[in-house]
């Protein structure tokens, strides 16, 4: 997959995604579509969440945990046929909490152009 595919179906999914838009992730990710986030209790993969109903409440969760996240220095490469490898700045703060600024990856699978898997990994902060 070359940079610029890996750029649009992460821009295609990003709409989705940040529109909160059932139908457009729908069409941005498979039937079977699996998030693994950076952090919770369903080890060791993190958070799990399942299809277009798991991304809308892991969305929910985030929101939750987290308020005024923001993406900033977004990379997207292609890599091999079936993924893409994006690198990022996320700036945020806890909810009732501390700010922070941390590096996340995540490897995203796709397969017939959507987003078939996304893994997300972040630095952590305050980890010895």
């Not at 809308?56 to 490469?77: K, M, P, S, Y």
Request: net charge neutral.
């Amino acid at each position: 997959m070359d940079d610029l595919t890996a750029t649009a179906v992460m821009q295609r999914f990003g709409k989705a995604y940040f529109g909160r838009d059932r139908a457009l992730l729908a069409q941005a990710v498979t039937d079977d579509v699996q998030w693994h986030f950076a952090i919770g209790n369903d080890g060791p993969n993190g958070r799990v969440r399942k299809g277009v109903d798991g991304i809308l409440q892991g969305i929910q969760e985030n929101e939750a945990l987290f308020e005024h996240l923001r993406f900033t220095d977004v990379v997207c490469r292609g890599f091999g046929a079936d993924q893409i490898v994006m690198t990022y700045l996320l700036d945020g703060k806890h909810r009732g909490g501390a700010a922070f600024s941390l590096r996340g990856i995540e490897l995203t699978t796709v397969r017939d152009g959507r987003v078939a898997m996304k893994d997300v990994f972040w630095k952590q902060a305050g980890a010895a």
